[in-house]
């Protein structure tokens, strides 16, 4: 028995179930017939095959179609079409035979990580690329730091720290299918050093990122922490979460929405490349937005564990934040660790966050971690912006704006 003639009989499960289900009023009688037809085909051919490949196969074909069935029910997945349907169920017996291969070699002390069916698990190769919105080619070069010199060179760093537990991380959010990462990112390492410095652990604004941070940045297609650190920087600061919902897409950026400003920042700084020792420094004085590879299939399906990947190489293309580091005594082989923040829902790994190798991947960090972190700076009493003359002028022209939109709607467009 075959992996492809199970899925094939799981199709065909599919279908007997939903043509019961077809929209009656609009089928006519001889469609009607046609569909029973289709129906008692269907079913000869699935009894026809069973008797073939025997018991086992009818237990297998049934208990994936009745696992995906249960998954769609759980993560609350709806599909337009049957069409669309028996992909995502193809889709999704891919990645369960992966999950099964990995977790027995798990088991067998292979791996110091396993994988799970979440709620990626249907998700197209396409449709998970677009998770992955950090954009290396963006970032203008610039001289690299020394690791002698710069301003945390001389920190002795804790054994192990997490800025989760300390109060500095606000609850793990969702970025959906909208390259975006590098605003969460950037968001995470804000609110991090504003809660360290003044003591409030407030909720920011992605959406006003993707919508207004035009600086390099190309909203759901991705786009750079630095440069939207820049941006709240030139902003002189930037709005809550509640007060700009998170909607997945680029919204209108006019006065209202970029001078609400809730939290302010100096600048941002680099830390030295390819240094864990370093990065170590960086993350003991506060979370540090840190880009790496993550376009693997353990990756996305990763469910607990120290992610350490021989495969996870250096070709940058997610934004996370890195909160804390430690040691896993558990762990079989790999017991220090990086923990990150990611944005793909408390659903996805360990209630939302990961915990990868740290030491022993080279220079560059396991899945790249050490090539390009960096981080927020702030003063205490950093002020926020307050309007300028011609940030008041910007206002009553939207204003304007906007009634006569309002206006031209109200008239029916004419």
Avoid at 186 to 214: D, F, H, Q, R, Y
Avoid at 249 to 262: D, L, N, T, V
Avoid at 350 to 371: L, P
């Amino acid at each position: 028995m075959t992996r492809r003639v199970i899925l094939f009989l799981a199709a065909l499960m599919l279908l007997l179930v939903a043509l019961p289900g077809a929209t009656a009023a609009r089928i006519v009688p001889s469609e009607t017939l046609q569909l029973k037809q289709l129906r008692h085909a269907a079913a000869a051919k699935i009894n026809q095959l069973k008797a073939a490949l025997g018991e086992k196969a009818t237990k297998e074909v049934g208990s994936l179609s009745d696992l995906f069935h249960e998954w769609t029910q759980k993560h609350g997945k709806t599909y337009d079409s049957e069409e669309e349907k028996e992909l995502r169920l193809k889709i999704f017996a891919d990645n369960h035979e992966f999950v099964q291969k990995h977790n027995a070699e798990y088991e067998n002390g292979e791996h110091t990580h396993f994988v799970g069916l979440n709620h990626l698990a249907d998700l197209t190769k396409d449709e998970f690329k677009k998770m992955l919105g950090y954009n290396a080619a963006l970032r203008a070069s610039r001289a690299p730091v020394d690791a002698s010199t710069w301003e945390y060179a001389d920190v002795t760093p804790p054994e192990e720290i997490d800025w989760v537990a300390s109060g500095a991380v606000t609850p793990v959010k969702n970025q959906k299918q909208c390259g975006s990462c590098w605003a969460f990112s950037t968001t995470g390492a804000v609110e991090g050093v504003n809660a360290i410095k003044t003591g409030k652990l407030i909720s920011l604004s992605e959406e006003e990122l993707i919508s207004c941070s035009t600086n390099g940045n190309m909203g759901c297609n991705g786009g750079l922490m630095d440069n939207g650190f820049e941006w709240i920087v030139n902003n002189r600061g930037i709005d809550t979460e509640d007060g700009w919902e998170y909607v997945a897409k680029e919204e209108k950026c006019g006065f209202f929405r970029r001078h609400h400003r809730a939290v302010a920042i100096d600048g941002f700084k680099d830390v030295p490349s390819n240094d864990e020792d370093s990065l170590m420094k960086a993350v003991s004085q506060q979370p540090v937005s840190v880009a790496i590879e993550a376009d693997h299939q353990s990756f996305q399906l990763y469910a607990g564990g120290v992610y350490s990947a021989k495969d996870c190489g250096t070709e940058l293309d997610h934004g996370v934040l890195l909160v804390g580091y430690g040691v896993d005594p558990k762990s079989t082989k790999h017991k220090h660790f990086w923990k990150i923040k990611n944005s793909w829902g408390p659903a996805w790994g360990e209630d939302g966050y990961i915990r990868i190798a740290k030491g022993g991947s080279g220079v560059e960090g396991q899945c790249g971690v050490a090539m390009q972190p960096s981080y927020p700076t702030k003063l205490g009493t950093t002020p926020l912006g307050e309007p300028t003359l011609f940030e008041k002028g910007e206002e009553l022209l939207d204003k304007g704006m906007d009634f006569l939109q309002k206006l031209a709607e109200s008239n029916g467009g004419d």
